[in-house]
């Protein structure tokens, strides 16, 4: 059964602080690898990973892919308390229809 | 262009009563998604379609059916709800032709008495 996994499940920081957060998959014919920002509605997309070792930008969020230890990060530097949300990393597995999506972390960025 | 519309926002059910939850995109794309969403759960997939005319069950499919109408439409029901089935329900489409992202609708919050 495929499985995606993310750490932490929560986490308070700063505004100012740099955050990782981290996200381990098993999937059947892996993909590609999605990165969604939730605020209080539907998951907005950020980044979508497909090669090992080529950061995606954008704007203070970056985020790469390993492919041989199967796993992914999301790079926040300088946070803001806009930036306080969940994020949900999600891959397509089997056949590339079924989308399996992590539990998320919940992040929040204090004054 | 609307992307993914689901209807309606809000429901409150008693137990036991039943309801269709209606899901459309027209951006052409070939699947389409149902999931629920609990307090630190993520999103948990109940049902997914690959195309028109295919379904199958995701991680929570008990108690739900789904019918792909047709390519743009994808509706999820209950049949006798149950409070345990009181979340927020997301729909969302994907193209299958490359690596593309899913879209989502705007969900429906759903409280069962």
């Known amino acids: 059964e495929d499985k995606v996994v993310q750490s932490p499940l929560s986490l308070v920081v700063h505004e100012g602080d740099t955050v990782t957060l981290n996200c381990s998959y098993e999937?059947?014919?892996?993909?590609?690898l999605l990165w969604y920002k939730q605020e209080k509605k539907a998951p907005t997309f950020l980044f979508m990973l497909?090669?090992?070792?080529i950061e995606k930008k954008s704007g203070r969020l970056s985020s790469i892919l390993d492919k041989k230890e199967l796993f992914s990060i999301l790079n926040i530097t300088a946070t803001q308390t806009g930036d306080s949300a969940v994020y949900l990393c999600a891959a397509p597995g089997g056949s590339n229809y079924k989308l399996t999506f992590g539990k998320g972390t919940l992040l929040t960025v204090n004054p | 262009n609307a992307g993914v519309t689901q209807t309606p926002k809000f429901q409150v059910l008693k137990t036991g009563q039943s309801m269709t939850l209606q899901c459309a995109q027209d951006m052409n794309h070939n699947s389409m998604y149902w999931y629920r969403q609990d307090p630190g759960m993520g999103l948990r997939l109940i049902y997914y379609?690959?195309?028109?005319?295919?379904?199958d069950k995701g991680e929570v499919p008990n108690g739900y059916n789904v019918s792909r109408l047709n390519k743009r439409e994808f509706s999820l029901r209950l049949e006798s709800a149950a409070p345990s089935q009181t979340s927020v329900y997301f729909c969302?489409?994907?193209?299958?032709?490359?690596?593309?992202?899913?879209?989502f609708g705007q969900g429906t919050r759903l409280t069962v008495v």
């Open positions: 969302a489409s994907r193209g299958t032709d490359s690596n593309t992202e899913a879209f």
């Open positions: 379609s690959a195309s028109e005319g295919t379904t």
């Open positions: 999937v059947t014919n892996f993909r590609s």
């Open positions: 497909t090669s090992s070792g």
